[in-house]
């Protein structure tokens, strides 16, 4: 297995966070790939820097105007003066027939889902390089490697095609996915394991039957995102069939989620894909501060080991997992298990 990660994605650093309308530092912080680094350490996974695939990746899933507002919003909220040292909105459009604003504080609730994902001044630039990570890891694949693992942070499995939302502002498993369509052609799968829907990446392929996704996490009656994730959301258009969730009980273990994992893993099977693509959450952990499943470290393992069988080319990009005790332990054993049973 190689691994990939961009020391420069380290220069996003969010502060802003609430949480039931109470102001918190962001558990998507910086520390949190020097954590995940030590896990890939302890795997004996050297790892390799990102190459540079340009704009045209983010292009193919991403609008322009978001490009664009991402790139240009910090510039143009700290000319507002007496702004915010990151953008956060205060302000979304409610009405399906909303008119795209001029003003960079309308703008920022067009493509803001919610604060979770402040947009600080080195933001762009990390989100860029966490692309590259993901793509990298997907071309070894493509070039012949088994199995690869992409550090991304910040990660991005809530953005869609033109709006971030829950720490993610370019989806890099969408990006991934579909560069892997545009080269060679590869019949593509992705398998969200997140603690949390990965309802950004469902938003871009749920009307599309060239990219089968399929997400096992918390029940979001109760749960982030709330208002995606429900099994009754299968795709439409083209893509009707072609999108499953598996909405867990919340604090389930092991047994749940492997067993969840195993109908997923069915379900690609008789999709049959040429590469598989893991949107890899160690937030199902029991020790993680998000507290949504109960997964252990042993439930990690095993969770590796059932991918690596599935038999599939396979790129791991990682999405969640927050600073716990074990969060290097819960890396290492997925990794483990999947190069143990390869």
């Known amino acids: 297995m190689k691994a990939v990660y961009d020391t420069r994605q380290s220069r996003h650093n969010?502060?802003?966070?609430?949480?039931?309308?109470?102001l918190r530092a962001s558990t998507e912080q910086p520390e949190?790939?020097?954590r995940l680094l030590t896990g890939l350490e302890r795997c004996g996974l050297a790892v390799t820097p990102s190459a540079d695939f340009g704009a045209a990746p983010r292009h193919a899933i991403h609008t322009e105007r978001y490009?664009?507002?991402?790139?240009?919003?910090?510039?143009?909220?700290?000319?507002?003066?007496?702004?915010?040292?990151?953008?956060?909105?205060?302000?979304?459009?409610?009405?399906p027939h909303a008119s795209y604003?001029?003003?960079?504080?309308?703008?920022?609730?067009w493509h803001m889902a919610d604060t979770a994902c402040p947009l600080g001044k080195n933001t762009f630039e990390a989100a860029c390089h966490s692309a590259n990570t993901a793509l990298t890891a997907t071309q070894m694949v493509l070039d012949g490697e088994r199995m690869a693992y992409a550090l991304c942070r910040p990660p991005g499995h809530h953005a869609y095609a033109d709006m971030a939302g829950g720490f993610c502002f370019l989806n890099n498993i969408a990006i991934a996915a579909q560069h892997a369509r545009n080269n060679q052609r590869r019949k593509v799968a992705i398998l969200d394991v997140d603690v949390h829907h990965g309802n950004g990446t469902q938003g871009i392929f749920y009307e599309r039957n060239d990219v089968f996704t399929a997400s096992v996490h918390t029940h979001p009656a109760n749960f982030y995102p709330f208002y995606w994730g429900y099994a009754e959301e299968t795709g439409a258009k083209e893509g009707d069939g072609y999108n499953l969730n598996i909405p867990l009980v919340p604090l389930s273990g092991d047994d749940v989620f492997l067993s969840s994992l195993d109908q997923a893993l069915a379900a690609?099977?008789?999709?049959?894909?040429?590469?598989?693509?893991?949107?890899?959450?160690?937030?199902?952990?029991?020790?993680?501060?998000?507290?949504?499943?109960?997964?252990?470290?042993?439930?990690?393992?095993?969770?590796?080991?059932?991918?690596?069988?599935?038999?599939?080319?396979?790129?791991?990009?990682?999405?969640?997992?927050y600073l716990s005790p074990i969060l290097s332990d819960n890396l290492t054993a997925v990794l483990n298990g999947a190069m143990h049973s390869a």
């Not at 909220?77 to 007496?82: E, K, P, Q, T, V």
């Not at 604003?101 to 703008?107: K, L, Q, T």
């Open 268 to 321: 690609i099977d008789r999709y049959d894909p040429d590469v598989l693509l893991i949107a890899l959450g160690l937030d199902a952990s029991e020790a993680d501060p998000l507290r949504g499943l109960s997964v252990t470290t042993g439930g990690f393992e095993k969770t590796g080991r059932k991918i690596a069988a599935f038999g599939k080319p396979t790129v791991f990009v990682q999405e969640g997992g």
């Open 14 to 22: 969010p502060r802003f966070f609430l949480v039931k309308g109470s």
């Open 101 to 109: 604003p001029e003003s960079i504080i309308g703008r920022a609730g």
């Open 32 to 34: 949190r790939a020097d």
């Open 67 to 95: 490009l664009q507002f991402l790139e240009n919003a910090s510039r143009q909220w700290h000319a507002l003066g007496d702004a915010s040292a990151e953008v956060i909105a205060n302000i979304h459009p409610s009405q």
